[in-house]
């Protein structure tokens, strides 16, 4: 297993009225941030906030191309962000204890925090698919490039670690400083990672590694 320093090149917040960051996806344009009682929305260049969503956000948020997923307590909501209306509602595999939320291959892919889980579930019916085991408590969970990677969050340590999606074995782990948590996490689809930071209230871009050899998926 490849082990590093993470490289924080930027960091956004904390944001007016926000205590506390759950969730993070991006649309290609906007960074959504999933803040309790709603979803807000900031332009990555500027840090401005943009947007926002009354609706329970209490941990993963995702998006699929044309709508966002939000983990709410037990349920998974289905967003359209143009009105912010809830289009559907599946329920959450890990009952309350969801943690990260991502899109990838037609399926949302579910982080379940203490039992160090990540499910892919159907986002028509919420029917668990597939479980992967990893070896830490699950924060953030997302895909780019071929790869599955997770937050972690444990005994006041986190890191990001890209993991094999059939083993769960650790692959590469990217260490963040001491007292700097990930709750949230997306990529953008290239070298950079939006890493929740939980109650600092803040985000931060973590550089992603880049390899030679490039497996083919989406994020």
Not at 38 to 46: C, G, I
Not at 110 to 139: C, M, N, W
Not at 150 to 179: A, F, K, V, Y
Request: glycine letters at 16%; one cysteine or more; hydrophobic letters at 30%.
């Amino acid at each position: 297993m490849k082990k590093s320093a993470a490289e924080i090149v930027r960091e956004y917040g904390p944001f007016p009225g926000v205590d506390s960051i759950g969730g993070v996806t991006y649309d290609g344009q906007q960074v959504w941030i999933a803040a309790g009682d709603r979803l807000s929305s900031f332009d990555p260049k500027s840090g401005e906030t943009l947007r926002s969503i009354e609706v329970a956000a209490h941990a993963g948020t995702a998006f699929d191309g044309r709508h966002l997923f939000q983990v709410s307590e037990d349920r998974i909501h289905k967003i359209d962000p143009q009105t912010g209306r809830v289009l559907a509602t599946i329920p959450a595999p890990g009952g309350g204890g969801d943690s990260g939320l991502a899109w990838a291959e037609g399926a949302l892919w579910v982080g379940h925090y203490r039992e160090r889980k990540i499910y892919q579930i159907d986002p028509q019916t919420g029917a668990v698919l597939r479980t992967i085991e990893s070896q830490r408590f699950v924060t953030g969970v997302s895909w780019v490039d071929g790869e599955l990677w997770h937050g972690t969050w444990e005994n006041e340590e986190s890191d990001l670690r890209r993991i094999d999606p059939h083993t769960g074995e650790t692959l590469e782990q990217l260490e963040m400083p001491p007292g700097v948590g990930v709750s949230g996490l997306e990529s953008d689809g290239g070298d950079r990672f939006f890493c929740g930071g939980g109650s600092s209230g803040k985000v931060r871009v973590v550089r992603r590694p880049r390899r030679d050899t490039k497996a083919g998926g989406n994020s």
